[in-house]
């Protein structure tokens, strides 16, 4: 709740922080060509046939996770440090690949254990239940995968606001100020997880049911409340157990 009242209570500021470098996503993301807009069977449809351009993907991606990356340490610093954006955040450009390096190697630290997940899930239900079972049945096995590998990258994660504000930060240094916080950080993962999916859920609807223009419209805004919060909650794991602010 004080994620979302971070974004939503400085609304002015999330966006002098975020519209611009949203816009830019999506031009670049319809730029890229006819996957914008498109759910996964049909994107995989149009890979098959031979329809979908890897080069201005690839091109649009780069630009997606740069701007994301400009998002993120914007959006840090603002809460953080007062650092008021005017139409969009400062480049510091420093930080941003310090952001991306420390944030590539929290995931090469999870990876192991998204192998040892998907493994021992295999193990217990076999390659045809998780594949070939109902949704409900998807969705708690996508949940026991996904629980372990969100709570320790959320617990590594909240060192990544202090990257953003400053070169020099422990790798381990959110993981060690949240020691003793994993059911809170859980607790954390599966509202966000639940909220994404709820909020997401009406855009595929509308897509699916041929109301396309509506459904992209609807995915550009929850997007954006998934970024601004996501990178709120890491803000405010940081500001509560490294900076010791109280949760008001």
């Known amino acids: 709740m004080h994620s979302v009242r971070q974004v939503f209570g400085n609304l002015e500021g999330a966006l002098r922080v975020s519209a611009l470098l949203t816009v830019v996503q999506v031009l670049a993301s319809l730029a890229s060509g006819p996957g914008f807009g498109m759910t996964q069977a049909q994107l995989q449809e149009q890979i098959a046939q031979g329809n979908f351009a890897v080069g201005p993907a690839l091109v649009s991606g780069l630009i997606v996770t740069f701007t994301s990356l400009w998002i993120a340490v914007g959006w840090h610093r603002y809460v953080l440090t007062n650092e008021?954006?005017?139409l969009m955040p400062t480049l510091h450009f420093d930080r941003i690949l310090g952001y991306f390096g420390k944030s590539f190697l929290m995931v090469l630290v999870c990876l192991p254990l998204a192998f040892l997940a998907i493994v021992a899930v295999l193990l217990v239900v076999g390659p045809a239940q998780l594949q070939g079972g109902s949704v409900g049945q998807q969705m708690l096995l996508g949940l026991i995968i996904y629980l372990p590998i969100g709570?320790?990258?959320?617990?590594?994660?909240?060192?990544?606001?202090?990257?953003?504000?400053?070169?020099?930060?422990?790798?381990?240094?959110?993981?060690?100020a949240t020691r003793g916080q994993t059911g809170a950080v859980a607790g954390v993962v599966?509202?966000?997880?639940?909220?994404?999916?709820?909020?997401?859920a009406p855009g595929s609807l509308m897509v699916q049911n041929g109301l396309v223009l509506p459904g992209i419209i609807w995915?550009?805004?929850v997007q954006w409340i998934s970024v601004m919060v996501?990178?709120?909650?890491?803000?405010?794991?940081?500001?509560?157990?490294?900076e010791g602010r109280p949760l008001v």
């Open 84 to 86: 008021v954006p005017v």
């Open 190 to 200: 599966v509202l966000t997880l639940a909220m994404g999916i709820g909020l997401g």
């Open 219 to 221: 995915g550009i805004v």
């Open 230 to 242: 996501g990178v709120s909650v890491l803000t405010t794991l940081y500001g509560h157990y490294v």
């Open 151 to 176: 709570i320790v990258f959320t617990r590594l994660g909240t060192a990544l606001p202090g990257v953003a504000l400053r070169a020099g930060v422990p790798l381990f240094s959110g993981w060690e």
